[in-house]
């Protein structure tokens, strides 16, 4: 799918959803924005990329703008079959995007030890399996860079934190367009059908509420997700920055009335299973994945003085703060 000339969308598909890897190019020079999985890198790439009549020696860059494995999953693919591309990443998530072992377990494991909640061992393993092995990536970035493509073309790096630390988003100033990655996230993913299949997954709501509104005060008139359809014009834009804020806001007053009504005091899962259907319409099956969200939640909530957490408990129990009991 082409954006403009010299942009194109490589359309994958990572179960049942949408992933698109942008493909920018510029005299002889070529830079893929996200690796996808092994699978897409060793299969779907490699044939987009001949289709668009783009040599394998024109691959320049490949900048990964978060550790997914659907994102970093086959960048020791990519490095495999094109030897000199330079694979570029945000600083603040290079651990994860070099190691798999660490991004499972900081990443996708990161709620078994004080919450119980896990993926089963299939989907564990497939999670696993979108990574390869092990690459060192060439670059880090922090966002205020530039990037050269060809001799003409200048694409700044964004730094977009909230869905990671270190989450990169590039700009094409001459374009006035804008690939955003996962940064910001509407009420949820959708499948390649249309339906809900997946909450949003921010991890840090106040970095996260920034990016929004750094992406809604941005002069670009278009821009490009990975799982998102293209928005094209200020108002498209706009709107799908309120519907990021809505849910966030959404959420957090969820969260806080539930909390507020279990005096007892609740956990992580009771808050993902109970709240789901409350704050979307995606499968229950899905419903425990609201952890990435919520845990942030309640992280923003213990540091503001007005939720408390027992960790002596296993799992944890969260409570109204003391002082909030007594406002």
Known sequence: MEIYPGVDLMECEIVGRPLYL??????GEALLLDCGTTSHAANEVPAQLSQLGVPASELA???????????????AEIKRRYPQVRLACGDLDRA??????????????????????????????????????AQAVTFTFVGGETLRLGENRILEIWHFPGHSHGHLGLYDRSHRTLYYGDAIQGAGYKSVQG???????????????????????????????CHWPVLRGKEAIRQFCAESRNFVTHADRRITHYIRDHRSGVTLRELCTELSEQLGEWPLAV??????????????????????V??????????????????
């Open 287 to 308: 419903s425990l994945e609201l952890a990435n969200a919520i845990s942030g939640h309640l992280d923003r909530g213990i540091e503001a003085g007005r939720f408390a």
């Open 96 to 133: 994860m995007i070099e190691s798999p072992d660490y991004l499972f377990s900081f990443r996708y494991d990161a709620y078994r030890a004080n919450h119980g909640i896990y993926f089963d061992p299939k989907t564990a393993q497939d999670i696993k399996n979108c990574s390869s092995s």
């Open 195 to 225: 339906m809900w299949s997946l909450c949003p997954t921010y991890l840090y709501v106040n970095a996260y509420l920034q990016t929004i509104r750094t992406i809604e005060a941005s002069d670009a008139e278009i821009i490009v997700g």
């Open 61 to 75: 860059w490949a900048v990964i703008t978060h550790p997914d494995g659907d994102h970093c999953g086959g960048s």
């Open 22 to 27: 942008p493909v920018l190019r510029e005299r």
């Open 310 to 327: 027992d960790r002596s408990a296993c799992p944890f129990v969260y409570r109204l703060s003391d002082k909030r009991e007594e406002g």
